[in-house]
T-cell receptor
Framework: AQRVTQPEKLLSVFKGAPVELKCNYSYSGSPELFWYVQYSRQRLQLLLRHISRESIKGFTADLNKGETSFHLKKPFAQEEDSAMYYCALSGGGYQKVTFGTGTKLQVIP | DAGVIQSPRHEVTEMGQEVTLRCKLISGHNSLFWYRQTMMRGLELLIYFNNNVPIDDSGMPEDRFSAKMPNASFSTLKIQPSEPRDSAVYFC?????????????FGEGSRLTVL
């Protein structure tokens, strides 16, 4: 079974403060991990994936297999980062994609 | 390409009525996912298809829910009879699956309210 846990429903930070959105997973094989974002009145869209090892809009996420985590980080939050963030896991290839319950990030001006 | 297209965008119905939600995939994509979004449970996977074949429907709540993919570009999710607890936003998403899991492209969602 595969499971994704996002412990925080809401995270409020001040503009310019660091952000860390937590994601832990449970999967017996080698997972593919993703972060998706849903801005107000917009579609859910891919933010980044672990295999790309890239930084998007200043966000990064490192897959830690020992801690089974894939936390999303940004050193300095911006107001436009306010959105709903979902962590997702796939077993790769043609496997299903499971999402966590999501964390709403609120950046306070 | 207009992306994944879902209809209707909003549906209000009464308990016991049949509801049909529709999804048009992005041309060339070969996998289709149906998710249900609620405040309490986030995005729950209901069912997914690869190459028009249902692969895993273990997330479908009960027999009242059914999904079909009559061709490579179109899918329906049906609820019969509907109940108030089915009220949620239903999303479909498509992708091109290869060796790696591709990016999921989501529709705008269908907001269902069952009175």
């Amino acid at each position: 079974a595969q499971r994704v846990t996002q412990p925080e429903k809401l995270l409020s930070v001040f503009k310019g403060a660091p952000v860390e959105l937590k994601c832990n997973y449970s999967y017996s094989g080698s997972p593919e991990l993703f972060w998706y974002v849903q801005y107000s009145r917009q579609r859910l869209q891919l933010l980044l994936r672990h295999i790309s090892r890239e930084s998007i809009k200043g966000f990064t996420a490192d897959l830690n297999k020992g801690e089974t985590s894939f936390h999303l980080k940004k050193p300095f939050a911006q107001e436009e980062d306010s959105a709903m963030y979902y962590c997702a896991l796939s077993g790769g290839g043609y496997q299903k994609v499971t999402f966590g319950t999501g964390t709403k990030l609120q950046v306070i001006p | 390409d207009a992306g994944v297209i879902q209809s209707p965008r909003h549906e209000v119905t009464e308990m016991g009525q049949e509801v049909t939600l529709r999804c048009k995939l992005i041309s060339g994509h070969n996998s289709l996912f149906w998710y249900r979004q609620t405040m309490m449970r986030g995005l729950e996977l209901l069912i997914y298809f690869n190459n028009n074949v249902p692969i895993d429907d273990s997330g479908m709540p009960e027999d009242r829910f059914s999904a079909k993919m009559p061709n490579a570009s179109f899918s329906t999710l049906k609820i019969q009879p509907s109940e108030p607890r089915d009220s949620a936003v239903y999303f479909c998403a498509s992708t091109l699956r290869t060796l790696n899991t591709g990016e999921l492209f989501f529709g705008e969602g269908s907001r269902l309210t069952v009175l």
